[in-house]
């Protein structure tokens, strides 16, 4: 699915131009907005802000888990200076009202380092085993619907093998997170951004909208 995602955030950011820059823009509390608009690509929906120098692209948000959600979010510098994307300046509104600035990507991908690979590897074995074979290319399906593919024997993956295949997933998904840049003029970045529920938030809450301050404007998306 974030292959998709990515492709799909890759295509928007690409064609992307300028507009006037008004100190705050709201796609959400105030979706009227000139610089809002919202595309569709391949079934999934994206958020687009076109600002000034400043573009936008943002997928809605999905589950790692029951604690934490994650969104997918683009930037590209339609000016010809430098904008600055720090991570750890991205926060959300949960639909209960309560907040939570961006996680570390590395500390929560760490933490799930088996949680969604463990049970796909294990059911992966068995089916290569009951098949009788030796060696096999294994495909794995992890928890995000995202496909992992190593070569691998069939007694080995009960052992190097199946931490090999876990480490490789938290390995992408990693590459795949956000991380601090600065752009320069028509450079554009992709990556995941990571928000915990706090402890007063309800199971049930998504999020809302997700701001950042560039350049003296907030976006809210």
């Not at 639909?95 to 690979?117: E, F, M, Q, V, Y």
């Not at 096999?136 to 069939?154: C, E, H, L, M, W």
């Amino acid at each position: 699915m974030r292959s998709i995602v990515f492709l799909g955030l890759a295509a928007i950011l690409s064609a992307g131009c300028g507009a006037q820059t008004p100190r705050t823009v709201d796609c959400v509390n105030a979706s009227s907005d000139k610089a809002c608009s919202v595309r569709w690509v391949n079934g999934y929906k994206f958020t687009v802000i076109q600002d000034g120098d400043v573009m936008i692209v943002a997928t809605e948000d999905y589950h790692l888990d029951a604690k934490t959600l994650y969104r997918t979010v683009g930037f590209k510098n339609l000016g010809s200076g430098v904008i600055d994307i720090d991570p750890e300046k991205l926060s959300s509104v949960f639909t209960d009202k309560t907040t939570s600035p961006a996680a570390n990507a590395g500390r929560i991908l760490s933490s799930k380092r088996g949680h969604a690979s463990t049970m796909n590897i294990l059911g992966t074995y068995l089916d290569v085993a009951i098949r009788g074979d030796q060696t096999a290319i294994v495909t794995q399906a992890t928890g995000d619907n995202r496909v992992v593919s190593y070569f691998a024997s069939a007694p080995a993956l009960r052992q190097g093998d199946r931490q090999s295949a876990i480490d490789q997933t938290y390995k992408e998904n990693l590459n795949e997170a956000l991380f601090h840049n600065t752009l320069s003029g028509g450079a554009q970045q992709y990556g995941t951004v990571y928000f915990e529920r706090s402890k007063g938030s309800k199971k049930d809450a998504h999020i809302e909208s997700t701001s950042i301050s560039l350049m003296g404007t907030i976006y809210t998306f």
